[in-house]
């Protein structure tokens, strides 16, 4: 069992240890590990290096980016525990744990920098993928009355559309700007069954069960873990519940991340029927039902499904 005797030598050296226990919380690149692990670029690349050729992490492209990984397969599998209770016992574990909070949060808070900037301007600064075309597809098959959640709302367009007809609308933003902005609409319309929550998508704060319909609208993208999102937005449905989710086609616009602060290019058809799958939805539909015609020409995708 060579490649076993091999992760053993690799083990031998507490900072790959270290290393793998972070990656096996969550994927990163090797500008947040330098960060994580006060390390020199070549050092975090020699040490991935050496736990790639093992079959003990693997890499994934995004754009520029290239984030980094358990691998998931054996000898990982089989080592896992091994290294998790390795880690257990390094001093450095816990500072490690705290880092790795605060280079996620950051992630984050790029995102909620550019919608706190955002806030009250969205009718007139152009956003890829927003379009009333786009919105009148999603607003399809929406039958009153429900309890709706819009995650991902902005400062709210979306929830004071669905919330003339339903009985009842969550908006849920992590800016804490566009949550005062869509408060100050819900007085100054009259809004008696619509309100605003502060929180992630990833873990929205509504109670299990609780929602009819889950929308998505131009949020999924700018999440850190899309998947999650969409396990989140299941978890909120009651049985039989239904979610929408409208967002960008893949696509190759890298300029994007800067201007719109998007962490992912959208997702291809196939992988968002995969995610929706994962998280537990059936009856998938996903199709493409909208394409802009500045350039350059974002395409949307509409996906629904039912819990």
């Known amino acids: 069992m060579p490649s076993i005797i091999n992760s053993f030598r690799l083990l031998a050296d507490p900072t790959r240890v270290r290393l793998l226990a972070l990656l096996d919380q969550e994927e990163l690149s090797v500008a947040e590990i330098q960060v994580i692990l006060a390390m020199g670029q070549s050092r975090v690349s020699s040490h991935l290096a050496r736990l790639k050729r093992a079959g003990l992490v693997r890499d994934r492209r995004s754009g520029k980016n290239i984030y980094y990984g358990v691998s998931g397969d054996a000898p990982w599998s089989e080592l896992r525990d091994v290294v998790c209770r390795g880690a257990a016992e390094l001093p450095d574990t816990k500072s490690d744990t705290i880092a790795l909070r605060l280079v996620i949060e950051k992630r984050k808070d790029k995102a909620r920098d550019y919608f706190n900037m955002l806030a009250g301007k969205f009718g007139r600064s152009y956003c890829p993928g927003r379009t009333w075309r786009g919105l009148t597809h999603l ?11 819009d995650l991902g709302a902005g400062e709210g367009t979306l929830s004071q559309l669905l919330a003339r007809h339903a009985r009842h609308v969550i908006a849920v933003d992590n800016s804490e700007k566009m949550v005062e902005f869509g408060r100050d609409l819900i007085h100054k319309h009259g809004f008696t069954n619509l309100e605003y929550r502060l929180g992630d998508i990833e873990d929205p704060p509504i109670e ?85 015609d500045e350039n350059p020409q974002f395409q949307t995708v509409l996906a629904t499904a039912r819990k």
């Open 139 to 149: 607003l399809l098959g929406v039958l009153p009355p429900m309890d709706i959640a």
């Open 208 to 292: 299990d069960a609780m929602m009819d319909l889950a929308v998505l609208s131009q949020a999924l993208h700018h999440a850190t873990h899309p998947d999650r999102a969409l396990s989140a937005a299941h978890r909120i449905l009651k049985p039989g519940g239904r979610i929408a989710v409208l967002d960008l086609l893949n696509h190759h616009f890298e300029e994007a991340r800067e201007l719109y602060a998007d962490l992912w290019l959208g997702f291809s058809e196939a992988e968002m029927h995969r995610m929706l799958a994962a998280a537990g939805f059936q009856d998938i539909e996903v199709a493409v039902v909208a394409r802009d």
